[in-house]
């Protein structure tokens, strides 16, 4: 039982992931929709139901179309527009937090880590310390 779970485990691993532009257009709505819809709660069952597709179909498909579970990827792109507003808005990481649509700031720094190594204030202040660097660095070339 053991072995056959990790010949399984290989098969869903080396599928080939396929780029978007070959995934049905339900599944491309899908994924533009949870790009507008990013900051509002997204549930499983309301995009299935948008993707026209079962659960299990759902997940299949929008695995080998995007290389991430829904709910992975959903994480992926909020932690990825979170980044973009710590560094250009300076808002507090509950706003960001909520902004981008996690429920948690707990959670969404635990996520953000996952991501990015580092905390979400921690990434902020290291990008910032990097561009000062290389001001420096070019004004003490001039």
Known sequence: MK????????????SPVHPASQSSPQLL?????????????????????????????????????????????????????????LLRDFHSLADVCYQVGFNSVSYFIRTFKKYFGMTPLRYRAAVILSAKARVHQQTSKV
Not at 3 to 14: A, E, G, Q
Not at 57 to 73: D, H, L, Q
């Open 3 to 14: 072995r056959k779970r990790l010949l399984l485990r290989k098969k869903v691993d080396t």
């Open 29 to 85: 709505r899908t994924i533009a929709y949870i790009h507008q819809h990013l900051s509002e709660p997204l549930s499983i069952s309301q995009l299935c139901r948008l993707c026209c597709m079962s659960r299990a179909n759902f997940f299949r498909a929008f695995k080998r179309a995007t290389g991430f579970s829904p709910v992975a990827f959903i994480n992926h792109e909020r932690v990825l527009r979170s980044a973009q507003l």
